[in-house]
């Protein structure tokens, strides 16, 4: 059976969370911090692939989507 890229990237975000469940995380990504740096914190509510995509729910309603294009 082959995993997706998205499928794997999804995991791989889950462990994150899951290891890192007492820390405070704030997200930096690739073009700036998403939210206010140190400012905003989150948890991992739920994370779902659809097709390419990964949907992670973030808590206080944000849902940040991601297209992987490579694990």
């Given amino acids: ?6 499928e794997s990237a ?4 889950e462990t994150f969370f ?3 469940a007492s820390s405070v ?4 990504l690739p073009d700036g ?3 206010k740096p ?3 914190y989150y948890t991992l509510e739920n994370t779902d692939t659809h ?4 949907e992670i729910g973030l ?3 944000l849902t940040l989507t991601l297209i992987p294009t490579d694990f």
Avoid at 10 to 13: D, E, F
Avoid at 51 to 54: A, E, N, T
């Fill in 51 to 54: 097709g390419p995509r990964i």
């Fill in 18 to 20: 899951g290891i890192h």
């Fill in 33 to 35: 911090y998403f939210g």
């Fill in 1 to 6: 059976m082959t995993v997706s890229t998205a």
């Fill in 38 to 40: 140190y400012d905003n």
């Fill in 25 to 28: 995380i704030t997200l930096r």
């Fill in 59 to 61: 808590g206080y309603g």
């Fill in 10 to 13: 999804r995991r791989a975000i």
